[in-house]
């Protein structure tokens, strides 16, 4: 196996040449190197964060599974957090704090970097309060482009600051960071009613009703991921698509229903991207806002 040494830690790395992604014949070797050329922009979103290991081992066309136990073989190095769980237990979680863990992970077939909403400082106060506008039925990116900005313009009329992005599959990601002082149940309630105001204004094309069957070709505004164990993908994280879209991080002024597509953003263009718009979330920390009374 070929042998990667990353910040004085070895990795043994395998079938490089395996096609992870069929129709653009984009192997796990190629997947890898993204992810040592990105860690920069992603590892400040996934870091101290318990992260799910959602594993792809034959590629985004063959079957995939979750993981949320470190697996016994990991390295004494790769960073864990014991959490209890009401139904197995402790949990201990893996954590991708450095370069070397992220190319662990990605070895390992993960190839989408799902995190937690909250850090190890204090897993029960999340610092980032995230809005999933989700296709349900013949609804499409269209329709949640549509809600999205009317997500904008009630968040500036509360002044708060949020970041879009893709979430590299089919729907659109609002984060609003925020300061670590509110309960899981405290930032629902808070995006639950802003989702009621949206769907009161957008009742032909949003819903919050969580059944699927009952959605019909409608957005879902998902609040109720915002929760303990609930995980979401990073940005600038791969999804396993057809053509490795990325969850990439938008411009507000960019929600064209028209024109704009999460095949836009690519494992191929991505960084091209980032040089043109620059690292449009590096300041994301920074903006430790507390939440207002609707």
């Keep these: 196996m070929p042998l990667l040494n990353i ?42 964060r318990p992260f799910s290991m959602l594993n792809f081992p034959d590629g985004v066309e063959g079957k995939n599974f979750y993981r949320k136990q470190c697996p016994a073989d990991a390295p004494e190095w790769l960073q864990t957090i014991k959490i209890p769980s009401e139904t197995k237990g402790d949990i201990n979680w893996c954590m991708v704090n450095d370069l070397a863990s992220l190319i662990w992970m ?31 039925g013949n609804a499409g990116f269209k329709e949640a482009v549509i809600a999205a900005k009317g997500y904008h313009i009630l968040l500036d009329e509360l002044k708060i600051t949020a970041f879009p992005k893709t979430s590299g599959a089919t729907g659109i990601h609002i984060v ?16 639950i009613k802003l989702s009621k105001i949206i769907t009161d204004t957008y009742p032909q094309v949003t819903t919050t009703q969580r059944t699927i069957s009952k959605r019909g070709d409608k957005i879902y505004l998902d609040a109720v991921q915002n929760a303990s164990g609930k995980t979401i993908p990073a940005p600038y994280s791969l999804r396993a698509t057809q053509d490795a879209t990325v969850s990439a991080p938008l411009l507000w002024e960019e929600l064209d229903e028209n024109t704009l ?34």
């Excluded at 204090?122 to 349900?136: F, G, Q, T």
Aim: aromatic fraction near 12%; proline fraction near 7%; glycine fraction near 2%.
């Design 176 to 191: 609003i960071p925020i300061e670590p002082i509110y309960t899981f149940e405290e930032v629902r309630f808070f995006l």
């Design 106 to 136: 990605a070895n390992r077939s993960c190839i989408e970097m799902h995190t937690w909403f909250s850090r190890a400082e204090d897993l029960k106060k999340p610092d980032i309060a995230v809005m999933d506008l989700d296709p349900s």
């Design 7 to 48: 910040e004085e830690k070895n990795l043994e790395l395998s079938n490089l040449d395996k096609v992870y992604y069929p129709k653009i014949n984009l192997t796990k070797g190629e997947v890898l190197d993204y992810y040592i050329k990105i860690a920069p922009y992603i590892l400040p979103h996934i870091k101290n």
């Design 261 to 294: 597509s999460p095949e836009n953003f690519t494992i191929y263009n991505i960084f091209e991207r980032i040089q043109e718009k620059g690292d449009l979330v590096s300041n994301i920390y920074g903006l430790k806002q507390r939440l207002p009374k609707i």
